[in-house]
T-cell receptor, first 115, second 113 residues
């Protein structure tokens, strides 16, 4: 069975500093995708970044980068130069495609950026 | 804005009733997924529809059912509502060429009394 683990229920970071949000996963499917989403207090889910299991390089999207360590089954999100607007819940998720599609989300990490 | 819309935004029902939630996908997207997000939890995958067929399902009982229409909009139906069904229901659409990128709607907040 697939599983996503986010061990940090809450994190604080100073504005303009970098922060790493942890995510580990478990799957026996050789082909999968890993995602990070941001959910502000307003409730909408915002796609941030994607990493495919066969991608050789770590994904980057602006200030977001995904530190993908396949052997360790980890997919940590790095946010550089934190901004006050980055304060939100962050969810890691995995998509497996063997047979039918199935998405599993983690329990989330609440990030608070301090001025 | 993602272009994914959901209706209604809020809904109050009583236990045992039935509810239908609606989702319009982003233009060009023929895949729709539904999620249930209880307060303080991560989203739980309910099912996914691709070209009007169920293409994947999470661990939800059969009283959670869905439909996708030829214009790729979708409905989530929940029968025999229980108190634990109170949650935010999110719909997400994706493109067949870029399956990894899902665009979420604003959600429908359901309260079951």
């Amino acid at each position: 069975a697939q599983k996503i683990t986010q061990t940090q229920p809450g994190m604080f970071v100073q504005e303009k500093e970098a922060v790493t949000l942890d995510c580990t996963y478990d799957t026996s499917d050789p082909s999968y995708g890993l995602f990070w989403y941001k959910q502000p207090s307003s409730g909408e889910m915002i796609f941030l970044i994607y990493q495919g299991s066969y991608d050789q390089q770590n994904a980057t999207e602006g200030r977001y980068s995904l530190n993908f360590q396949k052997a360790r089954k980890s997919a940590n999100l790095v946010i550089s130069a934190s901004q006050l607007g980055d304060s939100a819940m962050y969810f890691c998720a995995i998509l497996t495609t063997s047979g039918t599609y199935k998405y599993i989300f983690g329990t989330g990490t609440r990030l608070k950026v301090l001025a | 804005e993602t272009g994914v819309t959901q209706s209604p935004t809020h809904l109050i029902k009583t236990r045992g009733q039935q509810v239908t939630l609606r989702c319009s996908s982003q233009s060009g997207h023929n895949t729709v997924s539904w999620y249930q997000q209880a307060l303080g939890q991560g989203p739980q995958f309910i099912f996914q529809y691709y070209r009007e067929e169920e293409n994947g399902r999470g661990n939800f009982p059969p009283r959670f059912s869905g439909l996708q229409f030829p214009n790729y909009s979708s409905e989530l139906n929940v029968n025999a509502l229980e108190l634990d069904d109170s949650a935010l229901y999110l719909c997400a659409s994706s493109s067949p060429r870029v399956l990894e990128t899902q665009y979420f709607g604003p959600g429908t907040r359901l309260l079951v009394l």
